[in-house]
């Protein structure tokens, strides 16, 4: 293809398959819009070499760096939204079962003072109280200072326990949880399914689903991901600005950034934010939210800048973006001149097709119209 007077070559054709299960079990932690594992597996394995710096800007959940940290990676991340480290450094510290069992066995069931919100559509009375007395729990050992990586990894699932849509997530049936709906909204729910929360044993929960993070670990793993999480610079702030970086110390960045203003991270996150004690507000007022092409444009070309600064000679970036507005709006084409600006070569694009038998989702959009997904890669080098 030619963008702004420039030939780019397009490969095509499906590079990894999408069958959740080849992903590592230590993924599975929902994010809104977040993309799967093989993606940055297969830069990591072409691009990057063990001990590698590779960074994500834009990191949510994290599966860049846990990804990298599998493969003995180093990793940078940075997110706007302070939801992302929390639920990524405890995935560099998985526990063990019964240290665990142990620690959950020092959480109380019942909290210190009685909550001051009310979310009785989501909860039944004795959950909310131990979900309050997790939260409470939680803030006590940060303000003695002894939070450790298993009060994180605690926090960290209960976190993506919140709310869901079957009985292994604290809440009565509601939205995935990654996207918490309104407590008004809920009550509509509620009403039309003729439903109300029903108590879920919410350590027994979080026990069930840390088994099933770690099921995949193998005994060397455990260790290579505790040295690379030790080493990792985890990062909460606008990409654009990353001064604990190094110049040229990043070997490839492999990224998705937000869209437009497709993905509403803050709303969907409220829940969440309260759990963890997380100005909602101010996290929405930092991300990249920007309705129109060019203000986005504008956001993107300041990374890009930042990227170049701190991408290694011969150095890479893989820039995944998705399908916008039913494809009518191609972003590929609008980060090439963004990215070559910067100081970029365009190597190629590089479109991953995927044929799928069931609803498939890209960027948390439903995509039933047709029998493919795509995800559109931009790839860059600094030479
Ligand atoms: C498409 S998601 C990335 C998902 C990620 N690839 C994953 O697998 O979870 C985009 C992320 O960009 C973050 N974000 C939005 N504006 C930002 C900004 N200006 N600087 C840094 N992060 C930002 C959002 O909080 C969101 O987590």
Redesign the pocket.
């Given at each position: 293809m030619e963008v702004s007077g420039i030939k780019v070559r397009v490969a095509e054709g499906e590079f990894w398959t999408s069958k959740q299960r080849d992903g590592h079990s230590l993924h599975e932690i929902s994010?809104?819009?977040?993309?799967k594992p093989q993606l940055p597996h297969f830069f990591l394995e072409h691009l990057s070499r063990p001990g590698d710096w590779i960074y994500?800007?834009?990191?949510?959940?994290?599966?860049?760096a846990i990804e990298s940290g599998l493969l003995s990676r180093n990793v940078i991340t940075?997110?706007?939204?302070p939801?992302?480290a929390l639920l990524t450094i405890p995935r560099f510290f998985p526990p063990a079962r019964d240290e665990l069992h142990k620690r959950l066995e020092d959480i109380p069931l019942v909290p210190e003072t009685e909550p001051d919100l009310d979310l009785s559509m989501f909860y039944d009375k004795k959950t909310f109280g131990e979900i309050s007395a997790i939260r409470d729990y939680i803030s006590e050992r940060q303000k003695d200072g002894v939070y450790d990586e298993l009060d994180g990894w605690v926090r960290m699932v209960a976190t993506n326990r919140l709310t869901g849509h079957s009985p292994g997530f604290f809440s009565v049936y509601t939205l995935p949880p990654n996207q918490a709906v309104s407590p008004e909204r809920q009550k509509i729910i509620n009403e039309k399914l003729q439903q109300s929360p029903q108590y879920r044993d919410t350590h027994k929960i979080l026990e069930k689903k840390s088994a099933r993070l770690i099921s995949d670990l193998k005994p060397g793993e455990k260790l290579r991901l505790s040295e690379i999480g030790r080493k990792g610079i985890f990062l909460t702030?606008?990409?654009?600005t990353t001064p604990q970086i190094d110049d040229e110390s990043v070997t490839i960045t492999i990224?998705?950034?937000?869209?437009l203003n497709i993905?509403q991270?803050s709303k969907d996150n409220w829940l969440r934010c309260w759990f963890n004690g997380i100005d909602g507000e101010k996290?929405a007022g930092?991300?990249?939210?920007t309705p129109t092409v060019s203000k986005w444009e504008e956001?993107m070309g300041s990374?890009f800048k930042e990227l170049y600064r701190i991408t290694k000679p011969e150095g890479h970036v893989a820039f995944?973006v998705g399908e916008v507005r039913k494809g009518s709006i191609k972003l590929d084409e609008h980060v090439i001149p963004l990215a070559l600006s910067a100081g970029f070569e365009c190597s190629l694009v590089l479109v991953q097709t995927q044929n799928f038998t069931k609803t498939a989702h890209i960027?948390g959009i439903s995509n039933n119209s047709g029998g493919t997904n795509t995800n559109r890669i931009v790839l860059l080098q600094k030479n």
């Open positions: 994010y809104r819009a977040c993309f994500d800007p834009f990191s949510g959940r994290g599966t860049t940075n997110d706007a939204n939801l992302s702030g606008d990409a654009r990224t998705s950034p937000p869209f993905v991270y996290v930092s991300l990249t939210l956001v990374v995944e960027w």
